[in-house]
């Protein structure tokens, strides 16, 4: 099974910091983009960064400066450190990969795209 876990979500006081990860497993070969969306309850996922093979990065505007996408491909690993949280970051992040090269049952799969379970961030005193 091929699959994103996040972890690292948790509650934080305005003004502090987390930092998310999101580990990739099973028989993945090559990821391209990796990045960070978010969502909150009734309202459409929006994307919160991104970073590409070569390490460039997009922020949204709502975070730039404040939230930084890194990759560890040796680990099959995207992070996302979050600073100088507010509460209107409060929301269910999620991870993607995209351009993922797989294998499953011996088929090998390319231009996959996955997606982690969330982990909930709540920004509040």
Same mark, same amino acid.
């Given at each position: %099974?091929? %699959?994103?876990?996040?972890? #690292?979500?948790?509650?934080? %006081? ?5 930092? &998310?990860?999101? +580990?990739?497993?099973?028989? *993945? ?7 960070? =969306? !978010? ?5 459409? !996922?929006? &994307?919160? +960064?991104? *970073? ?5 990065? /997009?922020?949204?505007?709502?975070? /730039?400066? !404040? ?6 491909? +040796? /680990? /099959?690993?995207? =992070?996302?450190?979050? $600073? ?5 970051? $409060? +929301?269910? =992040? =999620?991870?993607?990969? %995209? ?8 088929? &090998? ?7 982690? !379970? #969330? ?7």
């Amino acid at each position: %099974q091929v %699959q994103l876990v996040e972890s #690292g979500g948790g509650l934080v %006081q305005p003004g502090g910091s987390l930092r &998310l990860s999101c +580990a990739a497993s099973g028989e *993945i070969i090559g990821i391209g983009v990796m990045g960070w =969306y !978010r969502q909150v309850p009734g309202n459409a !996922r929006e &994307l919160v +960064a991104t *970073i590409d093979v070569d390490g460039t990065t /997009k922020d949204a505007d709502s975070v /730039k400066g !404040r939230f930084t996408i890194s990759r560890d491909d +040796a /680990k /099959k690993t995207v =992070y996302l450190q979050m $600073t100088s949280l507010k509460p209107d970051d $409060t +929301a269910v =992040y =999620y991870c993607t990969a %995209q351009g993922v090269t797989a294998v499953e049952n011996d088929v &090998l799969y390319r231009n996959q795209e996955l997606w982690g !379970r #969330g982990t909930v961030v709540t920004v509040s005193s």
